[in-house]
Each structure stands twice: as C-alpha cells, then as structure tokens.
Nanobody
Framework: QVQLVESGGGSVQAGGSLRLSCAAT????????VGWFRQAPGKQREGVAT???????TYAPSVRGRFTISRDNAKNTLYLQMNSLKPEDTAMYYC????????????????WGRGTSVTVSS
C-alpha cells in the first residue's frame, strides 16, 4: 500500500522560510517521479516543483529561485525548501508520485498525500 505523508507546514511572515517533507512507503520510491503541488481556496491545483528519478527538476515560474526540491532516496523522503515566502504562496501543499515520466499536470499523478497547510502573512 502506497502512502505519502507531508509535514512541515505552518504559518510564517512574508520573507520567511519553511521546509516541507514527504515521507513515502509501500513502493520503490527511487524509481518514481515525485513532486509538490498546491491548491489555494477557490483555485485549481497547480504544480510547484517536480524531481525525476534522475534528479532532473522542474519549477513553476512563480517559485523558481525561491524554492528548492530535493529527494533522499535512502530515506524515501521528498523535501521542499521554501525561502522568501510571499502571501501568494499560501495554500495547501501536497506531495504526489507517479511511476513513469515526470509531469506538471496533477491529474496524471497516481499517489497523493493528504496535504500540509502553508500560510504566509504580510
């Protein structure tokens, strides 16, 4: 049974930092594409960053240069380091995984965590 569990969310002031983690069990994590998605109230879920099994990363333009995605395959854990946070980063952040090539479309990801909330105040 595949399980993804996010942690590390919270409330911070603009300009602050947070580090999100996603612990995975139930599959060979190192062979999967994994990524972070976010959804604000009343908006569609959007891709934030993905990282392939090869280490190749992709970022949304809005977070490039501020966020860093990484993975520790030995620990089956995915991370998202978020710096210089802005109020528009406020959302529920989800960890997701799929067995094949990386994608920025939420609909093609098979496995999802339950999310961790991030709130950035001005």
């Amino acid at each position: 049974q595949v399980q993804l569990v996010e942690s590390g969310g919270g409330s911070v002031q603009a300009g602050g930092s947070l580090r999100l983690s996603c612990a995975a069990t139930g599959y060979t994590y190192s062979s999967y594409c994994v990524g972070w998605f976010r959804q604000a109230p009343g908006k569609q879920r959007e891709g934030v960053a993905t990282i392939a099994s090869t280490g190749t990363t992709t970022y949304a333009p809005s977070v490039r240069g501020r966020f860093t995605i990484s993975r520790d395959n030995a620990k089956n854990t995915l991370y998202l380091q978020m710096n210089s946070l802005k109020p528009e980063d406020t959302a529920m952040y989800y960890c997701a995984a799929r067995e094949r090539l990386c994608s920025f479309y939420p609909g093609v990801f098979s496995y999802w965590g339950r999310g961790t909330s991030v709130t950035v105040s001005s």
